[in-house]
């Protein structure tokens, strides 16, 4: 039985340590509150990820480290500096090998299916954040300060996750609701399974020839988001998916009164258009087939539908 120290409680930072509890090792967890899923094994901690010498205490001793937390989105540019140099500072300390939960922010737009050996072109703020982020921890493994590697991942599916399709979208086609979307409806979208993130998280950890770059988890083949509502809706045993497109005005209209609108201005690009993830590199390299774009769905209705989201 080895230690490993996840930070964050959320859908990849709980679905990974389940996995890992449940395969018999040694799991704490860190969260601002002490949160996370109640199960034998897993340890809860209370700490703020940002305080560099607090966290390198609690990663004391652990083989892997994981970064899984998730500031709120309009606090990237305040809040991820400070986690991301506590996080390598914990990792240099501690020697434990520092595995990050990314995204595909830092590719900026693309006119082409994603791989890992693309340049970081980002066109967002939050694309900046994530490219620094890396760069440094990249840097730090180049000088052997520490060992480190990424996992990216889409827009994810599965219990309790916070993409615009299930915030937006799956709750009303769910109670057969009318729903306008900031998006073109017919582009294909990868969407990533958190699950798949959290085993592909385990691997790169445990795999020494992995680390030192970039990899994208294995992600089911794209379905564009009135595929996956038309999906969703038949699952859930509701009436027919109705979508329409919301409009660049209406989303800036709606972003004047709720945060979460205005921060998706600067990534409209990855839902007006293709944004396609190609994780051969992963599938290939840990023999991880992608949950069934179906079975993500159901995990993700099934969660929506539980007493604690009435």
Known sequence: MSLHVIVGAGPVGSATARLLAREGEQVRLITRRGGGPDEAGIEHVACDASDADALARYAEGAVA???????????????????????????????????????????????????????????????????????????????????????????????????????????????????????????????????????????????????????????????????????????AGAPAARLSTMSGIALRAAGLFTPAAKEMLEIQYQLRRPFVLDSTAATTAFEIEPTPTDDALRQTIEHLRAPAFP
């Not at 299930?166 to 990533?192: E, Y």
């Not at 399974?193 to 020494?208: F, N, P, Q, Y």
């Open 65 to 235: 480290l994981y970064s899984c937390a998730g500031p709120a989105y309009h606090r990237w540019v305040i809040d991820w500096p400070p986690m991301g140099a506590a996080l390598i500072h914990a990792a240099e300390k501690s020697g434990a090998v520092l595995v990050t939960t990314g995204n595909l922010y830092g590719y900026g737009r693309v006119d082409a299916p994603m791989t890992e050996d693309l340049p970081p072109r980002p066109n967002s703020v939050k694309g900046e954040v994530r490219v620094r982020l890396w760069a440094d921890a990249l840097a730090a493994h180049n000088a052997g300060r520490i060992r480190t590697a990424e996992v990216r991942g889409s827009d994810y599916l599965g219990a309790g996750t916070m993409s615009p399709f299930s915030v937006m979208v799956l709750p009303k086609i769910i109670a057969g609701r009318r729903c306008s979307v900031p998006a073109d409806l017919d582009a294909p979208h990868s969407w990533t399974c958190t699950g798949d993130m959290a085993r592909t998280l385990v691997a790169v950890a445990a795999d020494e020839t992995a680390w030192g770059r970039p990899w994208h988890a294995p992600t089911a083949p794209p379905l564009s988001i009135r595929a996956l509502a038309t999906r969703a809706a038949d699952l």
